[in-house]
T-cell receptor, first 114, second 116 residues
């Protein structure tokens, strides 16, 4: 079945450091890939997405490229801020039983120190 | 309201008690999903509705879990004879059509269930 594996946290960085959170997936079809973010005390919200191979999703300085050859969708940001402290979830969505199902990784907690 | 609304925000139940969790999706959203999120884990899929039809309930952990969406809008997740292992945050999400894999999900803030 479909699955998502992402690097374990927590990840602790200093402000302005470079961020990478690894994500790999297993899927039988041609899924769309997502990164969702959960800020403290808030619900999950979409950060970015990519719908086909070689697409790059980007938002708020974050980027991720859909790599079909390595089945990966790693999240990167060149210079993190304290306000980026949150839990980041990699996810995939694939067609299933007439609709679609989104499957999430376990999440990676990011702490950014001033 | 503008977003997905869930109630109650917190629920404490004694083991063996029945509970009902409510979800109000964004108006006009066709698809509705329930997820279970254990502490420190990602959301685990429970069930999915397209309008009033429950198209996938493969993630419901046992026959004590039941979900409905009778008029294609508000949904209720019911857990009968609650057990301690049911303690988790229950998330509801909706999406506009549900027909496309590239659609994003809009999440509610969740109901945190604690079974004592």
């Amino acid at each position: 079945g479909n699955s998502v594996t992402q690097m374990e946290g927590p990840v602790t960085l200093s402000e302005e450091a470079f961020l990478t959170i690894n994500c790999t997936y297993t899927a039988t079809g041609y899924p769309s890939l997502f990164w969702y973010v959960q800020y403290p005390g808030e619900g999950l919200q979409l950060l970015l997405k990519a719908t086909k191979a070689d697409d790059k999703g980007s938002n708020k300085g974050f980027e991720a490229t859909y790599r079909k050859e390595t089945t990966s969708f790693h999240l990167e940001k060149g210079s993190v801020q304290v306000s980026d402290s949150a839990v980041y979830f990699c996810a995939l969505s694939d067609r299933n039983t007439g609709g679609f199902k989104t499957i999430f990784g376990a999440g990676t907690r990011l702490f950014v120190k001033a | 309201g503008a977003g997905v609304s869930q109630s109650p925000r917190y629920k404490v139940a004694k083991r063996g008690q029945d509970v009902a969790l409510r979800c109000d999706p964004i108006s006009g959203h066709v698809s509705l999903f329930w997820y279970q999120q254990a502490l420190g884990q990602g959301p685990e899929f429970l069930t999915y509705f397209q309008n009033e039809a429950q198209l996938d309930k493969s993630g419901l952990p046992s026959d004590r879990f039941f979900a409905e969406r009778p008029e294609g809008s508000v949904s209720t997740l019911k857990i009968q004879r609650t057990q301690q292992e049911d303690s988790a945050v229950y998330l509801c999400a909706s999406s506009l059509t549900g027909g496309w894999t590239n659609e994003k999900l809009f999440f509610g803030s969740g109901t945190q269930l604690s079974v004592l």
